[in-house]
């Protein structure tokens, strides 16, 4: 075993792994990055007693969240344009508001502001799709976030791509720099947005890149009644045909996927990020949860743009999908607390086939995220799983660690200026409500 290079000590430690381990007064021991060691306080105290120590305060430890869906430089949209219909949304308010102010700048800056929401709220990856997504790839390399990022491939020229072979091209070369740390990967924005045959170059370009694809399907019920007129089936049906499905595929939103299409999403193994509070706020439709689970369809969860949701706090979408879910199936026994967890840390970071996140145990990456379950809001504790499902929120995430480094302590952001990233936002803000 190397020598441990860090050493929390004094947490409550929910490991989030198949057994549903606790170590109720826990130490998780790292070195280069990873957990090396996870186990009794007193044990790893003695057993590592050269390594830098950081006091866990008795407050709860787990895997920092994934957020599997979002447009992270959206950041600066939020609140723009709300109380819409999706498609007057996007034509009449979002899409223009990009046409005039996205710029790299915008994007790094934009992408510093939700990163640092997220990490705020202890999410410590999350999956984009956007434009300028290299600028985003600065951000996150500065502020010390980890990200799967897809720049937009669309069947017509925008933010400075003639066309989808030079978005694909984009991601590709990308692509050839992927870390541990940021991960490219190919992102068609939608099955109406792109057509039969750049989604047909993008699946041949993730055989051929071994790379990962992330796209938005079935959001709303004229988007498959479109799809079934123009291509005589539903869109899974679609991607399973263009060779889009597979453990490799990550599709955004699905809420308006039938039985068949779930055992075809199940048995290839493609993962489903759901956003319910944008399918909420849009009026999109409740995605079939239930389905799923029985089919064993890999799930994720998203929180979608700031523009759309309009935060981007995995607590947030954690407590509205047990609640929802529960009223659907009529049933509040369906879908416990600890199965919502998992679903935001070790089934997530499954989909995204990231065998080295999402569980706290040793070899994966040490992104952990801290608690404090010390105020009167978080007293008194019995079940974890049940508070930080039902009554903890981002603000009580006080500190955060990517990769061993220590990136938010004692809710403070350790790698960039908080009042400079909220004067920023509001300098911004003029801008895009003067033009
Ligand atoms: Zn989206």
């Not at 947490?11 to 090396?36: K, L, Q, Y």
């Not at 978005?167 to 990308?174: L, Q, S």
């Not at 890999?298 to 743009?305: C, I, P, V």
Request: proline residues 3%; negative net charge; glycine residues 6%.
């Amino acid at each position: 075993m190397p020598h441990a290079d860090l050493l929390i000590d004094n947490a409550h430690i929910v490991t989030m792994n198949s057994r549903w381990d606790e170590f109720p007064r826990g130490a998780v021991a790292c070195a280069d990055g990873r957990i090396i060691e996870v186990g009794d306080s007193d044990e790893l105290c003695q057993r590592h007693t050269k390594a830098p120590r950081f006091d866990g305060g008795g407050k709860l430890l787990l895997p920092g969240f994934i957020n599997a869906h979002t447009h992270v430089a959206m950041a600066y949209f939020k609140g723009l344009a709300d109380d819409l219909v999706l498609q007057t949304w996007l034509q009449d308010h979002i899409w223009p508001a990009e046409q005039r102010f996205l710029s790299d700048q915008f994007v790094h800056h934009a992408s510093l502001h939700g990163a640092a929401e997220m990490l705020r709220g202890g999410t410590t990856t999350f999956c984009d799709m956007y434009f300028y997504e290299a600028a985003t790839a600065r951000a996150c390399r500065q502020i010390g976030i980890r990200a799967h990022l897809g720049e937009g491939i669309l069947s017509f020229p925008a933010h400075g791509h003639a066309d989808a072979a030079a978005m694909i091209a984009y991601n590709v070369k990308y692509a050839a720099h992927n870390d541990d740390r940021v991960r490219f990967e190919l992102a068609p924005h939608a099955i109406y947005t792109c057509n039969r045959d750049d989604l047909l170059s993008v699946a041949r370009a993730a055989r051929e890149h071994g790379l990962r694809v992330h796209i938005h399907l079935s959001e709303t019920e004229s988007e498959v009644n479109d799809c079934i007129e123009k291509h005589g089936m539903r869109p899974v049906h679609y991607l399973q045909e263009l060779g889009l499905l597979g453990p490799h595929v990550r599709l955004a939103h699905c809420v308006w996927v039938d039985d068949e299409e779930a055992a075809i999403l199940a048995e290839t193994g493609t993962a489903v990020a759901l956003c319910t509070r944008s399918h909420l706020k849009l009026a999109s439709g409740f995605a079939p949860l239930q389905t799923f689970l029985r089919h064993g369809v890999k799930l994720a969860l998203g929180t979608d743009s700031v523009a759309s949701n309009n935060t981007l706090s995995m607590f947030a979408e954690m407590s509205l999908v047990a609640r929802l879910h529960k009223t659907l199936s009529d049933d509040p026994t369906f879908l416990p607390a600890r199965e919502v967890v998992a679903m935001c840390t070790r089934d997530s970071a499954a989909a995204l086939q990231r065998d080295d996140l999402g569980v706290v145990e040793a070899g994966r990456q040490a992104d952990l995220t801290l608690l404090a379950t010390d105020s009167i809001e978080a007293t008194p504790l019995y079940d974890v799983y049940s508070h930080i499902v039902y009554t903890l929120g981002a603000s009580d995430v006080s500190d955060v660690f990517v990769g061993g480094e220590h990136v938010l302590r004692n809710r403070k952001l350790a790698n960039v200026d908080e009042r400079e990233l909220v004067a920023r936002a509001r300098d911004y803000a003029k801008k895009v409500v003067t033009q």
